[in-house]
């Protein structure tokens, strides 16, 4: 009996892997378009721009009109023209209050990005104009050379990219990012409420390097 189960055993799993190395190419199918190799479609991007911020129960005491300043860089994998993921740090100055200067930051993010020019009107490698949402998670640590915090950070977004050449893009980036109450400055955390909000614009350039493109799969 124990002979049985183990040929039978033995069979399916065989018939299995034939049967997943048969349909592997189906799987990697995107409406048409194949799916890529790891180190295919990726990009390097470096950005700059400006933020303001909003903490729950000392939104009054802001100085509205006086914006930090940030920087990022970033790697970029698209898996097919659709969807992607990115890894960003980033650095810079909180715009300040009243009562205190300026406070550093820094966070570690990672994002899922959905390419909507491509998904809704389909993919086309001579699109000059991209609109890109992102949604993602990481890391923040604020004032890190005083008595500041770390805690978790939600961030979400556009992107919207105009295609230079095939190597190059431009990417306008308006981001929203939701931190933990205890993840703000020094002098904030004590007597504001539950989360603190960071919103930023950026202009930048992203490098796509090894395979560009997309193969159709006819």
Not at 65 to 90: C, F, H, M
Not at 150 to 178: P, Y
């Amino acid at each position: 009996m124990k002979k049985l189960l183990l040929s039978i055993a033995i069979v399916a799993i065989s018939a299995g892997s034939v049967f997943a190395q048969e349909n592997s190419a189906e799987k990697l199918r995107w409406k048409g378009i194949m799916n890529n190799s790891f180190w295919s479609n990726w990009e390097i991007g470096l950005a700059g721009g400006v933020n303001a911020t909003a903490w729950e129960g000392v939104a009054n005491n802001q100085e509205t009109g006086d914006l930090g300043w940030q920087a990022e860089l970033s790697a970029t994998k698209w898996y097919n023209p659709i969807v992607g993921s990115r890894l960003s740090v980033i650095g810079g100055e909180l715009n300040k209050s009243n009562d205190a200067a300026n406070s550093n930051f820094m966070q570690f993010t990672t994002d899922g990005i959905v390419n909507l020019s491509n998904w809704i009107g389909g993919y086309r490698e001579d699109r000059v104009y991209y609109a890109k949402l992102f949604a993602g998670a990481g890391v923040s640590f604020v004032d890190i050379n005083a008595q500041g915090g770390s805690g978790f950070a939600a961030t979400a977004g556009l992107i919207n990219t105009f295609r230079v050449c095939k190597q190059l893009d431009i990417n306008l980036e308006l981001k929203g990012i939701l931190s933990a109450g205890h993840d703000m400055p020094a002098y904030i955390a004590p007597v504001a409420g539950k989360y603190g909000q960071i919103y930023s614009a950026t202009l930048g350039i992203a490098y796509r390097f090894n395979k560009r493109d997309w193969s159709k799969d006819y």
